[in-house]
């Protein structure tokens, strides 16, 4: 907003050629975010503790260490939602479409989450929406992204598919590449949801994969770069650094009143929100594979639980204590903050990989 406001009045005031870039914009919806945050934040905890009463039902079947958890309140990713939009639309091109593919799904998977946490509540159980329902619902939203992206993208980038290590290789999937956006947008969501169980671990990773993609959105979206790096020119894309700017100062903000013992979780409201965005900004920055690089941390927690539900149906043994994989460790005696500050360390490998393929091509 405050680019389409200034931006065009640089040329007769100096001060206001400032707003035509990315870089001071991006930096600038971060602070924000993180100052709102902050500020919010006290408030924001106290009125969802006056709300829910006894806070986020605890798992009977989960770890014991958990149980002391009783009473702290979710749906903390509320002030992530409200901070990053905010911040967002204050500091980006609010023409650019782009900006909006990421900010609908942010938005859309935000409400979803919110709903599942309210009938968690409702119902005093860890039982939400139905999956069914929440897959559909989840791919309804993740439609309306790609749709935008589709009418506002031209051939080939819209339908292609790029392979990281090649330079300009896009692989022409047509219309199959609509459900495989959804699917990373969906599965995106529900695999940063599934690492949401500690304190903390959830949002370092996302900032992790935030920051990589903000990298990633201003150089595709640069044309001298994105032609020095031999990567697909995604015009427009640039913006989106600013949507991942704010990702990254909300993040910091929740961060202080989740860190451990937590004051507030971010609860489905906040993980499927993420989760959501970095599925979408994979899709509009043309790097999805690389997301499953970068965001390699919430595969092996997918994954984790993947094979446990199968072994158990095939053969009823069970091949991790209990999954996701963080609650196999936390059984295994590792303190949680060891936990995530291990995993953590291991997001920030898979990151360092994921951005490697930008040069190595």
Same mark, same amino acid.
């Given at each position: 907003?405050?680019?389409?406001?200034?931006?065009?009045?640089?040329?007769?005031?100096?001060?206001?050629?400032?707003?035509?870039?990315?870089?001071?914009?991006?930096?600038?919806?971060?602070?924000?975010?993180?100052?709102?945050?902050?500020?919010?934040?006290?408030?924001?905890?106290?009125?969802?503790?006056?709300?829910?009463?006894?806070?986020?039902?605890?798992?009977?079947?989960?770890?014991?260490?958990?149980?002391?958890?009783?009473?702290?309140?979710?749906?903390?990713?509320?002030?992530?939602?409200?901070?990053?939009?905010?911040?967002?639309?204050?500091?980006?091109?609010?023409?650019?479409?782009?900006?909006? $593919?990421?900010?609908?799904?942010?938005?859309?998977?935000?409400?979803?989450?919110?709903?599942?946490?309210?009938?968690?509540?409702?119902?005093?159980?860890?039982?939400?929406?139905?999956?069914?329902?929440r897959l559909v619902l989840e791919a309804g939203v993740a439609t309306i992204g790609i749709a935008i992206f589709l009418y506002n993208t031209s051939s080939p980038l819209d339908m292609g598919l790029a392979i990281p290590f090649f330079k300009d290789i896009l692989i022409n999937l047509g219309w199959f590449f609509v459900p495989f956006a959804i699917f990373v947008i969906v599965g995106t969501a529900n695999s940063v949801n599934l690492t949401d169980g500690l304190d903390g671990l959830a949002i370092g990773p996302v900032m992790i994969?935030?920051?990589?993609?903000?990298?990633?959105?201003?150089?595709?979206?640069?044309?001298?770069?994105?032609?020095?790096?031999?990567?697909?020119?995604?015009?427009?894309?640039?913006?989106?650094?600013?949507?991942?700017?704010?990702?990254?100062?909300?993040?910091?903000?929740?961060?202080?009143?989740?860190?451990?013992?937590?004051? $507030?979780?971010?609860?489905?409201?906040?993980?499927?929100?993420?989760?959501?965005?970095?599925?979408?900004?994979?899709?509009?920055?043309?790097?999805?594979?690389?997301?499953?690089?970068?965001?390699?941390?919430?595969?092996?927690?997918?994954?984790?639980?993947?094979?446990?539900?199968?072994?158990?149906?095939?053969?009823?043994?069970?091949?991790?204590?209990?999954?996701?994989?963080?609650?196999?460790?936390?059984?295994?005696?590792?303190?949680?903050?060891?936990? $995530?500050?291990?995993?953590?360390?291991?997001?920030?490998?898979?990151?360092?990989?994921?951005?490697?393929?930008?040069?190595?091509?």
């Amino acid at each position: 907003m405050l680019y389409n406001l200034l931006a065009p009045y640089a040329d007769e005031t100096l001060f206001f050629n400032i707003f035509r870039y990315i870089t001071f914009r991006t930096g600038g919806a971060l602070m924000t975010a993180l100052i709102i945050s902050f500020i919010i934040g006290p408030y924001v905890i106290k009125w969802l503790k006056k709300k829910q009463g006894r806070g986020q039902p605890i798992r009977e079947d989960g770890p014991e260490t958990h149980f002391k958890k009783q009473g702290t309140p979710t749906m903390g990713g509320l002030m992530i939602l409200f901070s990053v939009t905010l911040s967002t639309l204050l500091w980006s091109d609010i023409t650019n479409p782009y900006i909006w $593919v990421v900010v609908i799904c942010f938005l859309g998977f935000g409400l979803i989450g919110f709903v599942d946490d309210y009938y968690k509540l409702l119902g005093g159980s860890h039982k939400g929406l139905s999956g069914k329902l929440r897959l559909v619902l989840e791919a309804g939203v993740a439609t309306i992204g790609i749709a935008i992206f589709l009418y506002n993208t031209s051939s080939p980038l819209d339908m292609g598919l790029a392979i990281p290590f090649f330079k300009d290789i896009l692989i022409n999937l047509g219309w199959f590449f609509v459900p495989f956006a959804i699917f990373v947008i969906v599965g995106t969501a529900n695999s940063v949801n599934l690492t949401d169980g500690l304190d903390g671990l959830a949002i370092g990773p996302v900032m992790i994969a935030a920051t990589c993609f903000g990298i990633i959105s201003y150089l595709v979206g640069h044309i001298v770069f994105a032609n020095y790096l031999q990567l697909n020119y995604v015009a427009g894309a640039g913006e989106l650094a600013i949507f991942c700017g704010a990702l990254i100062g909300a993040g910091l903000g929740f961060l202080w009143f989740n860190a451990p013992p937590a004051m $507030v979780f971010m609860g489905d409201t906040g993980s499927l929100a993420a989760g959501g965005a970095l599925g979408a900004l994979a899709v509009a920055t043309k790097h999805e594979i690389v997301l499953a690089i970068i965001g390699g941390l919430f595969v092996l927690e997918t994954i984790s639980v993947i094979v446990q539900v199968a072994s158990f149906k095939l053969t009823g043994k069970r091949i991790f204590r209990m999954a996701p994989l963080h609650h196999h460790f936390e059984k295994k005696g590792w303190a949680e903050p060891t936990i $995530v500050i291990r995993f953590w360390i291991i997001a920030i490998i898979l990151a360092l990989v994921g951005l490697a393929t930008l040069k190595l091509r």
